[in-house]
């Protein structure tokens, strides 16, 4: 079974710090993503990865920055945190993109900043 | 506009029972329609899909209906059991989109009374 890693369950940031939020897939899938999920908002991409070193902005990606090293690992970056980015993050990957397959998510990363 | 809608936040039925969940959606292009289940402290999980050349596709206790005409795709479980009590995200996908790019809505959640 494909597992997808998020290093961190909570997180708890002051305003104006960076964070890192790092993800792990270990399939060899090509594809990786990012969304946030908000109430009443359902899950909105901010920023995937077709490729190592490859990104591609989603619906919500200001204040957001991504980078992919390598293949299994996918960090999102924010680069100074606000409190409106308080939300659950959840990383996903699939091996080819291909619209009818099947995203694998991680376990998701609740982020608090104040 | 958002183009995925789950009109029903919550949803509560005794065990053994139907369960429906519904969807709807405005984007014609939409060909290609999955649910996730996602159960606290855990990222969703794929359930089942259908694509727009069927109207129905059944696994188990599952089955989706997709009404192209009307939009709508519902999620049948039955009998219901307390263990499908989760949270449940109908996405959209069109065309050759990447399936991290689909549209998903806000997400039902769903309790199983024993």
């Known amino acids: 079974d494909v597992k997808v890693t998020q290093s961190s369950r909570y997180l708890v940031k002051r305003t104006g710090e960076k964070v890192f939020l790092e993800c792990v897939q270990d399939?060899?899938?090509?594809?990786m993503f990012w969304y946030r999920q908000d109430p009443g908002l359902g899950l909105r991409l901010i920023y995937f990865s077709y490729d190592v070193k490859m990104k591609e902005k989603g619906d919500i990606p200001e204040g957001y920055s991504v980078s992919r090293e390598k293949k299994e690992r996918f960090s999102l970056i924010l680069e100074s945190a606000s409190t409106n980015q308080t939300s659950m993050y959840l990383c996903?990957?699939?091996?080819?993109?291909?619209?009818?397959?099947?995203?694998?998510f991680g376990s998701g990363t609740q982020l608090s900043v104040l | 506009d958002q183009q995925v809608k789950q009109n029903s936040p919550s949803l509560s039925v005794q065990e053994g029972r139907i369960s429906i969940l519904n969807c709807d959606y405005t984007n014609s292009m939409f060909d290609y329609f999955l649910w996730y289940k996602k159960y606290p402290a855990e990222g969703p999980t794929f359930l089942i899909s259908i694509s727009s050349i069927k109207d129905k596709n059944e696994d188990g206790r599952f089955t989706v209906f997709l009404n192209k005409s009307a939009k709508h795709l519902s999620l049948h479980i039955v009998p219901s059991q307390p263990g499908d009590s989760a949270v449940y995200f109908c996405?959209?996908?069109?065309?050759?989109?990447?399936?991290?790019?689909?549209?998903f809505g806000d997400g039902t959640t769903l309790t199983v009374k024993p």
């Open positions: 996405a959209a996908s069109a065309g050759n989109t990447n399936a991290g790019k689909s549209t």
């Open positions: 399939m060899d899938h090509e594809n």
């Open positions: 996903a990957s699939t091996f080819s993109g291909a619209t009818n397959e099947k995203l694998f």
